[in-house]
């Protein structure tokens, strides 16, 4: 089957090559998903040859069964027969193939042709897992190429590595274009307002505002200018930067984040392993029972070969893991139904069972357990002056500015109804602060040492006290000066989620779930938030790949670890992370696409209800193994005994798997 669709690919393409045209919807779906679409097409035959049976169509439907068997079985029976054949190992793929092959014989021998369907149905069920586990794959490579488009592809270095640092050099247009990629260690580059810087390196020139939340998780802002270290991927805010190459592109942060996000999708948790390891054991002991079944009846039970035959083929019917397959499938399939219809996306329908076997949750700060959206907290008027006057004040001068701390400025005096006063003589200081002409004459806002600058009078003492006191909290203080006297300050700061306290207190209830803080943000803003809503396990000022080695060590502690996160340097941690859940809201599309299971419409708290979902998955699936693996034992003493027919043997293993199918399906409502 896998060539027949190699087939197909072949002709789309030099059709499309023929016709310059873009790659059809058609050619892009065999090319992502041939494993999908050979399970549905053996889905539409199976139920093609079952109405064919109903109605008597000419052959009974016979040729349908088998195509599917073709269809649905082909790249099963490859895969066991290339384990057999090149490892000496047996697994459940070729277990599958024999136990269907026995099925169809004895259906086509007896003209029992509704036996056919036994087989058919095994086959699809292993053909969907397939397909499932094909898909996996292609997730990792898409997450990949989005981490890669944080990255432009060109870059402007300067033309000569002598030239002069002044900024004025590349915006005069001394610079060229050439590919990221084969920047070396000591290029120039320029970076222009607005544009992703390419690469890791140190400002040479120039001052400017770098937005780093998609690195470091900071909401707000970092000043940079001559001397500091900046990242690519991050945004230049509203200065041109010169930066000197200190380590090749291919070592930059970025690039590491890609390599940590591959790695961690694409390696196996133990418990994966251990469940190939089990397979492949049950595989052996079937195959094995069914061989001596076939030969040793005669001579030591005196059994007839036709009865010998019979017995076996009916054990390799009832003993194949069709039930324990529908054991695990439709209750994960139905979990994530559940959770979709309360805004709970569940990627892998694994993750509904493994999200229920969380024992510890890591929780990026900000625009998770916060709203990543800077708001003023607190107006902190000097003496004599009213609030709405400060308020005015800095409104009046922030309408200039595009800085994310302005905007709350001014989005703050809106909502309030102040009005603003005009402007002019505008001067912005990269760093430092805004100063303008108002009516109230000079005003200067931004930090203490800026305002303070060349005043006549003392600072209040107590102003000052609570300006440390709220940057001790973790908040940004903004001071405002007007006419040689400090008219106060304001407290901007990032708002904690008003339902993150209450969700950390239910996971804290449930299975004693323990709860963590990971952030590239500092220390004392973390320390604020995580007592905000209940988290005492905190790890600040992490890069991604920190976050990655954090999740590494509460996985060696706890085992089962979820991630919640939001932002591009959350990707490696969610990738790593036994579960990686994403906020739908406000995630970045890494973080969406990384993540195995996204809380729609920015709603985390349905954190907890995913977890529940989880927890009642884990019970149902083992409540359906058991139930399936006793229907076997049972076939099988019965089958041992000579009392069970090859019917009562199909009737009885549909039985189960229709019964444990339906048990999962519980998880619907």
């Not at 139920?47 to 088998?66: D, R």
């Not at 870059?155 to 640092?165: E, G, N, W």
């Not at 000097?382 to 409104?395: R, V």
């Not at 809201?585 to 979902?613: C, F, N, Y």
Request: hydrophobic share 45%.
């Amino acid at each position: 089957m896998t060539n027949f669709f190699s087939w197909i690919r072949n002709r789309l393409s030099a059709a499309e090559l023929f016709s310059q045209a873009k790659p059809s919807p058609i050619h892009r779906w065999i090319e992502t998903y041939p494993e999908a679409i050979a399970a549905a097409l053996c889905g539409v035959l199976i139920l093609l040859g079952w109405l064919a049976l109903i109605y008597n169509w000419p052959g009974g439907g016979v040729w349908i069964f088998l195509l599917a068997y073709v269809v649905g079985g082909y790249e099963s029976a490859r895969e066991g027969l290339t384990t057999l054949c090149q490892e000496r190992e047996l697994d459940v793929d070729l277990l599958m193939i024999v136990a269907a092959a026995g099925a169809a014989t004895i259906g086509l021998w007896q003209r029992e042709y509704f036996l056919l369907i036994d087989g058919a149905m095994l086959i699809l069920i292993f053909a969907i897992s397939s397909a499932l586990e094909g898909i996996a794959p292609y997730r990792t490579e898409r997450n990949v190429r989005s981490l890669m488009q944080l990255t432009p592809d060109t870059s402007r270095r300067l033309s000569s590595v002598d030239a002069s640092v002044d900024i004025s050099v590349g915006l005069q247009g001394q610079t060229e274009i050439v590919e990221t990629g084969a920047l070396q260690v000591g290029d120039r580059i320029l970076v222009k307002p607005g544009e992703l810087i390419p690469t890791d390196g140190i400002v040479c020139a120039g001052n400017s505002t770098v937005n780093q939340a998609s690195i470091t998780g900071e909401s707000i802002p970092a000043d940079k200018s001559v001397g500091d270290d900046v990242f690519g991927g991050t945004t230049n805010g509203s200065g041109a930067l010169i930066l000197e190459l200190h380590n090749p592109p291919e070592s930059s942060l970025i690039q590491r984040v890609i390599r940590l996000v591959a790695q961690a999708k694409t390696s196996q948790p133990p418990s994966q392993q251990f469940l190939e390891r089990f397979e492949r054991g049950y595989a052996r002991v079937i195959v094995g029972a069914g061989l001596l079944l076939a030969i040793l009846p005669p001579w030591l039970l005196g059994w007839s070969w036709q009865t010998t035959l019979y017995r076996a083929l009916i054990f390799l019917v009832v003993a194949s893991p069709c039930a324990l397959m529908a054991a695990i499938m439709p209750t994960l399939l139905s979990g994530i139904a559940n959770g979709a219809r309360q805004g709970i996306l569940f990627k892998d329908g694994s993750q509904s069972e493994r999200i229920g076997k969380v024992r510890a949750i890591a929780f990026d700060k900000t625009g998770t357990l916060t709203s990543g959206n800077q708001q003023v907290s607190r107006l902190i008027p000097a003496p004599d002056i009213q609030p709405a006057q400060l308020l005015q004040l800095a409104a009046s001068l922030e309408a200039y500015s595009e800085h994310p701390i302005a905007q709350a400025i001014v989005n703050k005096a809106l909502s309030e109804s102040i009005s603003l006063l005009p402007a002019k003589a505008l001067q912005a200081q990269v760093g430092q602060g805004i100063s303008g002409c108002l009516t109230e004459g000079m005003v200067r806002i931004g930090k203490l040492a800026f305002v303070s600058a060349n005043l006549k009078t003392a600072v209040s003492s107590m102003l000052i006290q609570t300006g440390q006191q709220l940057e001790a909290q973790g908040k940004t203080v903004v001071w405002v000066m007007a006419e040689q006297q400090i008219m106060g300050l304001l407290s901007i700061a990032d708002q904690v989620r008003p339902q993150a306290a209450e969700l950390v207190a239910g996971i804290n209830q449930i299975r004693n779930i323990s709860t963590a803080m990971v952030t590239g943000d500092n220390v004392a803003t973390a320390e604020t938030v995580a007592q905000t809503v209940g988290i005492k396990e905190i790890y600040a000022n992490l890069l991604p790949e920190d976050k990655v080695a954090v999740i590494k060590q509460l996985q060696w502690r706890y085992d089962q670890v979820a991630m919640v996160g939001d932002g591009i340097n959350d990707a490696p941690a969610l990738a790593q992370a036994s579960v990686g859940i994403a906020i739908g809201g406000t995630g970045s599309d890494v973080a969406l696409e990384t993540a195995d299971i996204v809380l729609m419409g920015d709603r985390l708290e349905k954190l907890e209800r995913a977890i529940l979902i989880g927890i009642k998955s884990q019970r149902i699936i083992k409540q359906n193994i058991t139930l399936a693996l006793l229907s076997i034992v049972v076939l099988l003493v019965a089958n041992f005994w000579g009392e069970l027919t090859l019917p009562a043997g199909v009737l009885g293993h549909e039985g189960s798997t229709l019964l444990v199918t339906l048990n999962g399906l519980r998880l619907v409502k």
